[in-house]
């Protein structure tokens, strides 16, 4: 079946740096835009980033826009969020979702990042 | 960016009834919007998308009408798996934005 499994979330100082990891399986990974989306604890949604399908183009939300870098890897089937400088209001739960036709069809479980002192 | 408010923020709704959500863009989004529901530690799901066509697997009692800025999801009889949180989003425009939830609730 369809499946994101995302990594990486951990306990960080702030402006320290931290990589995340989104596995995805039973599709064809190459041909989906991905997105990273974001839930501080107790709050709702926000949308962080997306990358096109082939990489060749990336959108980022305005509260990570400088720091954060997604990218990707086709022939591992593997998604990235590189994220620089954190500060506390970073600190969520990250999914990977994937994207047809604008909506978000396949999410991931998530990952924690807390960024703490 | 497309501000996506939903009202009201909570609702408390008894099993069997029936439940109405809204959702206001602040601009026009067509009918490039969709809602997930999301349950206490788990992932959204996607519900709805295209504004009224939902989603593999969900069940007929989930609804949507609207386009442009106004739109309403309605669960026709509520069951007990039902209550969560449901957040509308867009798709129209980047950056993509969500609503901040409604929270359906055992009244």
């Known amino acids: 079946q369809e499946q994101l499994v995302e990594s990486g979330g951990n306990v960080v100082q702030p402006g320290r740096s931290l990589r995340l990891s989104c596995a995805a399986s039973?599709?064809?990974?190459?041909?989906?835009?991905m997105h990273w989306v974001r839930q501080a604890p107790g709050q709702g949604l926000e949308w962080a980033a997306v990358?096109?399908?082939?990489?060749?183009?990336?959108y980022y939300g305005d509260s990570v826009k400088g720091r954060f870098t997604i990218s990707r890897d086709n022939s591992k089937s593997l998604l990235y969020l590189e994220m620089n400088t954190l500060r506390v209001e970073d600190s969520a739960v990250y999914y990977c979702?994937?994207?047809?036709?604008?909506?978000?069809?396949?999410w991931g479980q998530g990952t924690t990042v807390t960024v703490s002192s | 960016e497309i501000v996506m408010t939903q009202s009201p923020a909570t609702l408390s709704v008894s099993p069997g009834e029936r439940a109405t959500l809204s959702c206001t863009a602040s601009?026009?989004?067509?009918?490039?919007l969709a809602w997930y529901q999301q349950k206490p530690g788990q992932a959204p799901r996607l519900l709805i998308y295209?504004?009224?066509t939902r989603a593999t697997g969900i069940p007929a009692r989930f609804s949507c009408s609207g386009s442009g800025t106004e739109f309403t999801l309605t669960i026709s009889s509520l069951q007990s798996e039902d209550f969560a949180v449901y957040y509308c989003?867009?798709?129209?425009?980047?950056?993509?934005?969500f609503g901040q939830g409604t929270k359906v609730e055992i009244k």
């Open positions: 979702t994937r994207e047809h036709y604008g909506r978000m069809d396949v």
């Open positions: 039973g599709f064809k990974f190459g041909n989906y835009g």
């Open positions: 990358i096109w399908y082939d990489g060749s183009n990336a």
């Open positions: 601009q026009s989004v067509s009918s490039n």
């Open positions: 295209g504004a009224s």
């Open positions: 989003q867009q798709y129209s425009a980047w950056p993509r934005t």
